[in-house]
Each structure stands twice: as structure tokens, then as C-alpha cells.
């Protein structure tokens, strides 16, 4: 008995069809970097979750503190009764992960919900109403991130909108740099902005900015460091609150706790969660105190936000990221994935580009050599094709043509590669 399919069949006939699926593969459990599917199949796993699993699939010290924490309290609410794992979390993040002398936390439940609460604490620190975003940047699905996402297939029939949401290009190099490099490329981008408060929107009713370091659904598209250096400036000029959204490139994902830390600039406000909790359903919204504490009352907050076992979870996952060393484990695999991609690229022509930041990797597969040929069924097909050899990959970008890794960075390098090989012989197989 195929126990998959017969998993898949049940999913149509009891889920909606608009949840989406990006691999044809099922799971009943999992462990590191391996998924083991309803046939008993064991599965590399290249998605983690879509990022979730940095530290890999139930790291035992996780498991047992969610156990411990589950047997204590499982719910009071936060804001009914005060408890000491949410402090512990909330002084932890803002430890690791400063912005400037003094910071403040708020923890959510995901990563659209800090993306909402950043943008409401914005508002409030500002008095102004606008909100500029990114040309296929990604931020959620509840109103107000959708509003800022780009993707279209994300927001059909789902209008109207949020109101003073403004989009502006992504400085995406790979598609525009037009023979500049990348400081050049990043002035040019910097210039459109500042001509873009006299044609669009005045820099003065501007709250924030929100950006991605590394865009993740958009396809893996890294921001230059002038850039986003240059942004920090334009935002200081005019009062204007940067957001970085670090929801998918947080947590040694990149080499480094924060994507931002490979800049060297510090946001106003981030937005977390996936890695942040091993799985379990946690995020946070992190601040400069001053502007975290501008909120009126109970304008943020919730239910379910600093749950005591997701707490736990975080806490312990945290520490675990400490232990084993993360961040290096990120860069390790960053630059495993980055020769390897490189080296299919010099094979195969159907890959345009490879890029990405530490174990945030990519390549945009393209027809004929051209960014604007965006070659989807070909990416279709291999992830068809790793699936059918034992591997779970998704793909990202607006056209949905860009393969992404996000294999646990706790992966066993000899995994790692043989997982790499499986894309490649996929290539090899498809392109002939």
C-alpha cells in the first residue's frame, strides 16, 4: 500500500486547495537533517521547514524542555499572569541580538504577525502613515504583510488592500546591474529613492522602511552593502524607521545570528521567527527601547504571544545554537553549497545565476542564458526528480524558477554532498 498517496488523496478531499504544497512528499517523522515519509522512506531534507529547522529536525535538548515545560504550564497568557520564561527569552534576544544601548522584545506567534507589529509600532513611534516595501519582497499573509508582500499569486481576490503601502525596486544586480558594480548599482538605487519622496510619497509621512537582507520567497536576492549601508543613512536623514524582516535569514542561516551583522548596520526594528523556536510556533518583534516603548497601551499584544512551552522550546534551542556553534556550522555549509552550485553553473547553461549569503544559497535556472526567460518547468521538473531520489527541495522567486537550499546547518557534510549530487545528476538528466 502507497501510504504517501493515500496520505496526498486525503489532503485534497479534506484541505483547501489554496494551501499550497511545495514538494510531493509526505512525513510521519523526523530526525537532523533526514525526514522519513509515510512509506518509510528516509528523505534528505534541503527545505528545513522552509528555514525552520536550522538546528536541525528535534534536537534532543528541545524536545526534552518542551516536555518539561508541557508537564509545568502550557497556557496563562502573558498578559493575565507574568512568568519568567518569557523575560528569560525576551533579555536572551536582546543579548544576542542588540540594537543599540538599551533594546526591547515582543514575542509573537509567527513571522507575519511580527511583521504586523513592527509595522504598528512604527506607525506609533512616528505619527506618520506610509510604509515603503520591496519589489518581490515576501512578509506574510495576514492584511497588512501581504499588503507589503510583491508576489501577486499570494493576494489574488484578497483586496483591498492596506492603505499608504508603497513599492519600490528591489536592487536586484543579477537582472539590472547593467555592467555597474555593485556600489555604483547601489548609488543609482539610493538616488531613485531620495527621487521617489518628490514623485510618490514625501520622505516626511514616511514611518519605515522593511526590507530583507537576503529576500527569501522572492529568490534568494541579497541586498548590496552599500545599499542597505545607504539606506540606514537616507532612513537617519529623514526620520524614517528601518525594519529588517529576518524572519527566514535569521539564526545562523547566513554564518551570523542576523543577516544585518554582515553589514554592519542596526535596524530601528527586526521581525523573527521560523529558527527561532526549532518548529514550534514563535517569533518576536525586536527594537530600540525608546521606540518599542511608544506604543500606546494594549495596541500590541495577544493571546497566545510567549506561549510558556514555545518559550521553552526557543530557550532551549537557543542555547543548543550556542553549543554546536551555529553560525559556523552556517558558513560551513554556505560555502559547500556555493562551490558546488558554482561548479553546476559552469556545466549546465540553464542555471543564470547562483547566489545567496552563508547557507542561504540559490540558482535561477533561465532559458537561453537570460534573466528575463524564466524557465519554471525545468525547475518543476527537478524537484519532481530529487523527490523521486530521496531528496525534499522547493523552489522560490516570482516565477517560481529559483531552487533553494535550506538544509538543517547541523546537516553531516557527506549528506550535504550527496544531496548536492542528486540536484546535479538532476541537471545532468533533464538538460539532455
Known amino acids: 500500500m502507497d501510504n504517501s498517496q493515500e496520505l496526498l488523496e486525503r489532503r485534497k478531499k479534506w484541505v483547501p486547495n489554496a494551501i499550497g504544497i511545495f514538494n510531493p512528499s509526505t512525513a510521519v517523522s523526523a530526525t ?14 534541503f527545505a528545513g521547514g522552509i528555514g525552520v529547522v536550522n538546528a536541525g529536525h528535534c534536537p534532543p535538548p528541545v524536545v526534552a524542555a518542551i516536555a518539561e515545560q508541557s508537564a509545568k504550564m502550557i497556557h496563562c497568557s502573558f498578559n493575565v499572569a507574568t512568568y519568567d520564561l518569557y523575560l528569560q527569552l525576551a533579555e536572551k534576544l536582546a543579548t544576542l541580538l542588540p540594537h543599540g544601548e538599551n533594546t526591547k522584545v515582543m514575542l509573537t506567534n509567527s513571522g507575519a504577525e511580527s511583521v504586523e507589529n513592527a509595522i504598528k509600532i512604527a506607525r506609533q513611534a512616528t505619527g506618520r502613515p506610509a510604509i515603503i516595501s520591496y519589489e518581490c519582497g515576501f512578509h506574510g499573509r495576514t492584511m497588512m504583510a501581504m499588503t507589503l508582500t510583491s508576489k501577486v499569486g499570494y493576494k489574488l481576490g484578497c483586496g483591498p488592500f492596506a492603505p499608504e503601502v508603497y513599492r519600490i525596486p528591489f536592487p536586484d544586480h543579477y537582472r539590472y546591474g547593467n555592467g555597474l558594480n555593485l556600489d555604483e548599482f547601489s548609488d543609482v538605487h539610493l538616488r531613485e529613492l531620495e527621487i521617489f519622496f518628490h514623485t510618490n510619497v514625501p520622505a516626511e509621512q514616511v514611518a519605515a522602511i522593511i526590507i530583507e537582507p537576503v529576500q527569501g520567497e522572492g529568490g534568494f536576492n541579497v541586498v548590496p552593502k552599500k545599499y542597505l549601508q545607504g539606506l540606514r543613512e537616507v532612513c537617519d536623514k529623514y526620520g524614517i524607521m528601518l525594519i529588517l524582516d529576518e524572519v527566514q535569514s535569521g539564526f545562523g542561516r547566513t554564518g551570523k545570528w542576523a543577516a544585518y551583522e ?38 500590541i499584544g495577544g493571546t497566545y504571544p510567549g506561549n510558556p512551552v514555545c518559550c521553552a522550546a526557543s530557550l532551549a534551542t537557543l542555547k543548543y545554537m550556542e553549543e554546536i556553534d551555529i553560525n559556523t556550522l552556517g558558513t560551513k555549509v554556505g560555502e559547500i553549497v556555493r562551490g558546488r552550485f558554482n561548479n553546476m553553473k559552469s556545466k549546465f547553461s540553464a542555471i543564470g545565476d547562483v547566489r545567496g549569503l552563508g547557507a542561504m544559497m540559490a540558482f535561477e535556472l533561465v532559458k537561453d542564458n537570460d534573466p528575463f526567460k524564466p524557465d519554471d ?4 521538473k527537478l524537484i519532481s526528480y530529487c523527490a523521486d531520489h530521496g531528496l525534499i527541495v522547493i523552489n522560490a522567486g516570482i516565477n517560481g524558477n529559483v531552487v533553494r537550499v535550506l538544509s538543517p546547518l547541523v546537516i553531516d557534510e557527506a549528506l550535504l554532498n550527496k544531496g548536492l549530487d ?11
Open 32 to 45: 537532523g537533517a533526514i525526514i522519513t515519509d509515510a512509506n518509510g522512506n528516509e528523505m534528505i531534507d
Open 377 to 380: 518547468v525545468l525547475c518543476k
Open 262 to 299: 554582515h553589514y554592519g548596520v542596526t535596524p530601528d526594528i527586526s521581525t523573527w521567527a521560523k529558527s527561532m523556536g526549532s518548529g514550534m510556533p514563535i517569533g518576536c518583534v525586536i527594537g530600540k527601547a525608546h521606540i518599542m516603548d511608544s506604543c500606546k497601551p494594549s495596541t
Open 422 to 432: 542528486i540536484i546535479e545528476n538532476g541537471l545532468a538528466e533533464l538538460s539532455a
